[in-house]
């Protein structure tokens, strides 16, 4: 492979520089017939990392494979994703979760790391193989029954303690299935004139409450996932400000967009937890910005057209997010100020890398967007 200098590309510390890229890692200096490429214009990150990405492989593959999901992934500027657990078998072994990681290594144009689930077969009954997953040559470190929350406090709090043995984390769907059944959208006025059954933040908060208390009790690092309410905002603040360890993500589509494109009835704008108000779009926004929320994570969830080309009732709840998150998180949060080029590197790159425990070879890789 030839060896690649990047000339005038600016750094997110606002310096410009050439970047000299060979055999695959940076070096101080370029060798003789290194190929020359004019970034001027642009602006270099590092690699992106997802924290949060449906992969579908195995059992899944007609929505999604590993090979069409990293493609995606490295399109949108991504060089590792973690690829959570509600596959078919679930990645709830050390054995489906060694072939997910078998899978990344052969076909993957990023880094693929899997997501252990918490229960087995993501059910909530009893603990999955935590622990086998831990020491597989996977070497698993986030586990998450994403998709389903988990609801039973005692398995909850006993996933803690067992994660707590080794620096994992759990990532917690926050939804409270009792407050959420049948829900279509996010609960209030405009659910009630369109006829769809509400799903009210507080089946969010009410598990993010729960769960920092319990990771609190046992010492235990949780991590949520999806934020999406300006309540679930002020729980986060109030526990950080305890020094709880808790981390959390914000999706670029509830950075972007509200419950108003509900009315569309356009089933691509179906999305669990469910786009929220104006006033959560605000609260998430600024949580990113003061560090409250402390990364963006696509939760990338593609599907067969059929079934988002659906009436909204029968539509399955998801969106894609790995090629245009970084274009949202610009749109969002840079161009309206609220976070400079270095906070990007930082919700996109360092921070899921230190949360999902990535070595450092793959935060050295490098992505570039168009700057405006």
């Known amino acids: 492979m030839s060896a690649l200098v990047i000339s005038g590309a600016t750094l997110p510390d606002g310096t410009r520089r050439d970047l000299v890229v060979d055999g695959g890692v940076f070096v101080d200096d370029a060798p003789a017939g290194a190929i020359r490429i004019d970034a001027d214009g642009l602006q270099a990150l590092p690699g992106l990392v997802d924290l949060h990405t449906h992969l579908r492989e195995p059992g ?4 999604e494979t590993v090979l069409s999901g990293t493609r995606a992934a490295a399109a949108g500027g991504f060089t590792a994703v973690h690829a959570m657990a509600n596959t078919f078998p679930v990645q709830d072994t050390a054995g489906v979760v060694e072939q997910v990681a078998s899978l990344g290594a052969q076909h993957g144009y990023a880094t693929v790391r899997p997501v252990g689930a ?4 993501l059910e ?3 603990l999955a193989e935590i622990g086998a997953m831990a ?3 996977a070497a698993v470190r986030m586990f998450s029954d994403d998709g389903k929350c988990v609801a039973d406090a005692l398995l909850m709090r006993r996933a803690l303690e067992y994660v707590a043995g080794f620096d994992g984390v759990v990532a917690q769907h926050a939804q409270e299935p009792r407050l959420t059944e049948g829900a279509q959208m996010n609960e209030g006025e405009l659910s009630s004139e369109l006829g769809l059954a509400g799903w009210p933040g507080v089946a969010e908060e009410a598990i993010i409450a729960r769960d920092v208390l319990l990771a609190d009790q046992v010492g235990a690092r949780l991590h949520v ?5 300006a309540g679930s905002v002020e729980v986060l603040r109030w526990a950080k400000g305890r020094g709880i360890a808790v981390t959390a993500e914000v999706t670029p589509h509830h950075l972007l967009l509200t419950e108003q494109l509900a009315a569309s009835y356009d089933a691509r704008y179906k999305v669990n937890p ?3 108000s104006t006033e959560d779009v605000a609260a ?9 929320i402390d990364i963006v994570a696509t939760d990338h969830a593609p599907h067969p057209v059929e079934s988002k080309e659906a009436a909204w009732a029968e539509a399955s709840f998801g969106m894609v997010g790995l090629e245009s998150a970084l274009s949202v998180v610009q749109a969002a949060m840079v161009d309206t100020g609220l976070l400079g080029w270095v906070d990007v590197a930082r919700v996109l790159s360092s921070a899921p890398a230190a ?5 450092v070879t793959t935060r050295r890789s490098l992505s570039a967007a168009r700057r405006t």
């Open 60 to 63: 899944f593959e007609q929505s």
């Open 355 to 359: 949360i999902g425990r990535l070595g």
């Open 135 to 137: 020491r597989s040559r």
């Open 124 to 126: 909530g009954r009893r």
């Open 225 to 229: 996932c999806h934020v999406s309410t």
């Open 274 to 276: 469910p786009l929220r």
């Open 118 to 121: 918490v229960t087995v077969g």
């Open 284 to 292: 998430v926004r600024a949580a990113l910005a003061d560090g409250t």
